[in-house]
């Protein structure tokens, strides 16, 4: 079993729509959830994190977590081609030292 | 500007050749992490630092190894004993184990 799983996708939305990127995660013991943005051949970008149950917004994104349910996801409100990316979910474990990431999901915004 | 500073961009290994990443980080961060990432998938642990002098396998450790003798520098060789270095390496760091880790721009490796 994956310790981190992200539907590879493609997803494709159009511009203006919400883009919805879903992970889930087996550690119960995991701590600290985080989503980076990754463009081809470009190094990771950290674009939110999120230690607690429940949503947590920035600009257009918000992170929403269910530790209960061990899943994380990502909300990209007013989609826009720039944000056509491969996002990644990265998942802390209890120890802090280990942090797992998922393959990615490709996000691709159409005009 | 802090940041975290990866050399070379591209770097090529003939057979048998050790050759070495650099990462340098001028954020303050005492830890500090190396992660293999082949095409469409996601990033593998070689290895992290919690703390100067001190370094923990991660899941792909073998064929590499690493030091941390300062704080702000934690280069990665590659050994000849990598039989598939082929790859896009990664360094990030980060204040402290569990904080949100920042990384730099990466070393493609290829084979000659």
């Known amino acids: 079993q994956k310790e981190v799983e992200q539907n590879s996708g493609p997803l494709s939305v159009p511009e203006g729509a919400i883009a919805s990127l879903n992970c889930t995660y087996s550690?119960?013991?995991?701590?600290?959830f985080f989503w980076y943005r990754q463009y081809s051949g470009k190094s990771p970008e950290l674009i939110m994190f999120?230690?607690?149950?429940g949503d947590k917004e920035d600009g257009r994104f918000t992170a929403q977590l269910n530790k209960a349910s061990q899943y994380v996801s990502l909300l990209i409100r007013d989609s826009q081609p720039s944000d056509s990316a491969t996002y990644l979910c990265?998942?802390?474990?209890?120890?802090?030292?280990?942090?797992?990431f998922g393959a990615g999901t490709r996000l691709t915004v159409k005009p | 500007d802090g940041g975290i500073t990866q050399s070379p961009k591209y770097l090529f290994r003939k057979e048998g050749q050790n050759v070495t990443l650099s990462c340098e980080q001028n954020?303050?961060?005492?830890?500090m992490y190396w992660y293999r990432q082949d095409p469409g998938q996601g990033l593998r642990l070689i290895y992290y630092?919690?703390?100067?002098?001190?370094?923990q396998k991660g899941d792909i450790a073998e064929g590499y190894s690493v030091s941390r003798e300062k704080k702000e520098s934690f280069p990665l060789t590659v050994t000849s004993a990598q039989k598939n270095p082929t790859a896009f390496y990664l360094c990030?760091?980060?204040?402290?184990?569990?904080?949100?880790?920042?990384f730099g721009d990466g070393t493609r490796l290829s084979i000659l």
């Open positions: 990030a760091s980060s204040q402290t184990g569990g904080q949100p880790q920042h």
């Open positions: 550690d119960r013991g995991s701590q600290s």
């Open positions: 999120i230690y607690s149950n």
């Open positions: 990265a998942v802390n474990g209890y120890n802090n030292n280990d942090m797992r």
């Open positions: 954020l303050n961060h005492d830890a």
């Open positions: 630092s919690q703390i100067v002098n001190d370094f």
